[in-house]
């Protein structure tokens, strides 16, 4: 049985996901002497756990950044974010069921579920903690639950990052200790807590060392301890056939999760009514049409490892052109000449309707036949094998450890699998890249050429995976957000062949609709259906350029105000006061 579907069943028999405060009593059917006496007692609770996990929102964090452009801009990159009245993230319920579960599980009778089900309790506040940490910094601390004329506890203050930081690890540590060792894509297991504590101790290491935290270094060893642990003895790897020119797109357009290297993911079927909108956000022109911006296809290399921005005439060249030759996860991520529907023969071209930037998406695209709204079922992942390779690379970098071995038993795995050329670690300490040098300004020292690589590897084989937000907050790289957003290169008015079958696939015209249109073109309007700055790129929308990012305030989310009127011993965030 697919656990979301258990999850309903726990929706209605352990909580009620409307209440929003640290008070909030389990429903009364669930008490010490009726339940947790059986294993199924202990599933069964925590199966209301998994309600905590991203869903349709998998690639909130691209959104929220500037790695998918589409007809709104989030608040974020806009600088349009306001103190909230109440919500705004600020709540706990998920953290009253866990501690309630953490004070009464023992009773229990099988010792082996007492053990398993404990380490999902301790992963499931481990990820709550890091959630809240992520959005808010310092929050107040609770590891039992709380009586409504708690006053004390209701109004505790906010510890420090490293407190909470200290504590998430120690709860992962306790579920790494105890969880079972399997391989099971959509429930928690010991890999699943031994990657989530690759992820938490990356994120603060870097966080703090771009902040000048002292102590940072324990928290990027952590994160080293847990991939490397992971890359050494778990069943997991590189998802590959030896396709290269399908592999990394077939290991997200799946159904199924691919389990060689999927380590959690979110599942989804139409048999219970349980899907997304992946195929219709990505092909319809009336649903926001989201767009890869230029600065990362420029990112792309080309496929024999050199740069593709060393190019002379990189940022003016013709569609057909610039994808030519290049790392073979651009034509598996965009629409490139030749792409094909999952399930199709049909070569299709872009559809400049469906894509603010003209970059059309097809990462997680299946067949048409899931392309109405909420009707894909592709599984999404939330946990995989490759960012613990990324992850391990780059806190190795970055700790200032990193090696050529290293890199060849991390991100060498992930480039195998595309056939990509070695990244050589003194080739890019010695000419670090420029083009990423302008995106990314903080980083320097002695591994400032291959941690910029890195990141570019980074985005790219993690693009669309909730991820770039948190990287932009933790290496402390606002500004990179309200670097111009661009994208395809067009001369200006005519017809262009955008696979260069000999074709006419789009005409860019001004002024009244072309007389006599031909069927299967598609006709833009230029300041109208499209707009261009003075380069000829693609401006996405003119409004899109008068963004901000205050350095001071906006890494934080701002603690909502009936939240501050109730506990006198919470401070805003900088900047939100």
């Not at 079972?180 to 990356?202: D, M, W």
């Not at 790219?460 to 770039?468: A, D």
């Amino acid at each position: 049985m697919k656990f979301n579907y258990l999850i309903l069943i726990c929706m209605l028999v352990v909580s009620s996901c409307s209440d929003d405060f640290l008070d909030k009593e389990p429903l009364s059917d669930v008490t010490p002497s009726t339940f947790f006496l059986k294993s199924s007692d202990l599933e069964l609770y925590t199966n209301g756990f998994y309600r905590m996990f991203p869903s349709t929102s998998i690639y909130d964090g691209d959104e929220r950044a500037d790695n998918i452009i589409a007809t709104t801009l989030s608040e974020e990159m806009r600088g349009a974010r306001t103190v909230p009245t109440t919500g705004g993230g600020w709540d706990w319920e998920y953290l009253r069921d866990i501690n309630y579960f953490l004070e009464n599980y023992e009773k229990c009778e099988d010792e082996a579920a007492k053990l398993h089900y404990g380490g999902v309790a301790y992963f499931f506040r481990a990820y709550f903690y890091f959630e809240k940490l992520k959005r808010f910094g310092e929050v107040p601390y609770y590891e039992g639950t709380i009586e409504a004329d708690d006053t004390e506890s209701l109004q505790a203050p906010r510890e420090s990052r490293q407190f909470i930081t200290d504590k998430i690890l120690e709860d992962l540590d306790r579920a790494i200790d105890n969880l079972n060792e399997e391989v099971q894509a959509y429930r928690i297991t010991k890999y699943s807590a031994l990657a989530l504590k690759s992820r938490v101790g990356l994120y603060e290491g870097t966080y703090e060392k771009y902040r000048a935290i002292s102590g940072y270094e324990k928290y990027l060893n952590a994160a080293v301890d847990a991939s490397l642990e992971l890359m050494e003895d778990s069943p997991y790897a590189v998802y590959s056939t030896g396709n290269t020119a399908e592999d990394y797109m077939n290991l997200f357009n799946s159904h199924d999760a691919q389990t060689a290297e999927v380590i959690l993911s979110r599942q989804f079927s139409q048999t219970v009514a349980v899907d997304h909108n992946v195929n219709y956000y990505t092909t319809t022109s009336s649903y926001g049409r989201p767009g890869m911006p230029k600065d990362l296809v420029n990112s792309y290399l080309m496929a024999d490892g050199s740069r593709f921005t060393d190019n002379a005439g990189y940022d003016q060249m013709f569609f057909t052109d610039e994808v030519q030759d290049r790392d073979p996860r651009l034509s598996q991520t965009i629409r490139t000449p030749g792409y094909t529907r999952k399930g199709e023969s049909m070569a299709l071209v872009p559809n400049l309707g469906a894509t603010m930037t003209g970059y059309q998406l097809t990462k997680y695209v299946t067949e048409p036949v899931y392309d109405t709204y909420d009707e894909s079922i592709g599984d999404l992942p939330i946990l995989r094998f490759g960012e613990v390779l990324l992850n391990y690379a780059e806190a190795k970098a970055e700790l200032g450890t990193l090696e050529q071995s290293d890199l060849d038993l991390s991100i060498q795995l992930l480039r195998n699998r595309v056939g990509m050329p070695a990244m050589n670690l003194s080739d890019a300490n010695s000419d670090p890249d420029s083009f990423l040098e302008d995106q990314y300004p903080t980083v320097t020292g002695a591994n400032k050429g291959v941690i910029l690589e890195i990141r570019r590897e980074r985005r790219i084989e993690l693009y669309m995976e909730n991820f770039r937000w948190d990287d932009i907050v933790r290496w402390k790289s606002g500004q990179t957000l309200i670097q111009p957003l661009r994208g395809m290169y067009f001369p200006g008015a005519g017809e262009y062949d955008l696979d260069s079958d000999g074709n006419i696939d789009v005409v860019l015209f001004e002024g009244d609709d072309p007389a006599g249109q031909m069927t299967g073109v598609q006709y833009i309007k230029i300041d109208s259906d499209v707009f261009f700055d003075e380069n000829n790129l693609i401006n996405p929308q003119p409004d899109f350029n008068t963004r901000s990012f205050d350095e001071e305030r906006d890494y934080l989310y701002p603690i909502p105000r009936v939240e501050l009127q109730l506990n006198p011993n919470l401070t805003q965030n900088p900047g939100w006061e």
